[in-house]
């Protein structure tokens, strides 16, 4: 049984940061495509980044230069370094994980919060 577990969302100030962690059990990160999504209400949810097995990376355009995805192999956790954050990145994020034979996983969402 894969689990997917996030933590790290909360309420910052805009152009302050957060750090989300994504802890798997049931399966190995660096085997897995991992991801973290975002949805907003009313909005559909959207890729924020993602991770590959082989480790190379890509982002959305609203939060490249500003998001790192990364991952430890070693605590089997992914990461979302959130820097410069903007109101409209306010959402409930998910982790995401696909496996070798294409079958997906999702955690329970995390929410972010960006307000003065």
């Known amino acids: 049984q894969v689990q997917l577990v996030e933590s790290g969302g909360g309420l910052v100030q805009p152009g302050g940061s957060l750090r989300l962690s994504c802890a798997v059990s049931?399966?190995?990160?660096?085997?897995?495509?991992m991801g973290w999504y975002r949805q907003a209400p009313g909005k559909e949810r959207e890729l924020v980044a993602a991770?590959?097995?082989?480790?190379?990376?890509n982002s959305g355009d609203s939060v490249k230069g500003r998001f790192t995805i990364s991952r430890s192999n070693a605590k089997n956790t992914v990461y979302l370094q959130m820097n410069s954050l903007k109101p409209e990145d306010t959402a409930v994020y998910y982790c995401?994980?696909?496996?070798?034979?294409?079958?997906?996983?999702w955690g329970q969402g995390t929410q972010v919060t960006v307000s003065s």
């Open positions: 995401n994980a696909v496996d070798w034979m294409g079958t997906s996983y």
């Open positions: 049931g399966s190995i990160v660096s085997d897995n495509r």
């Open positions: 991770i590959a097995a082989g480790s190379s990376t």
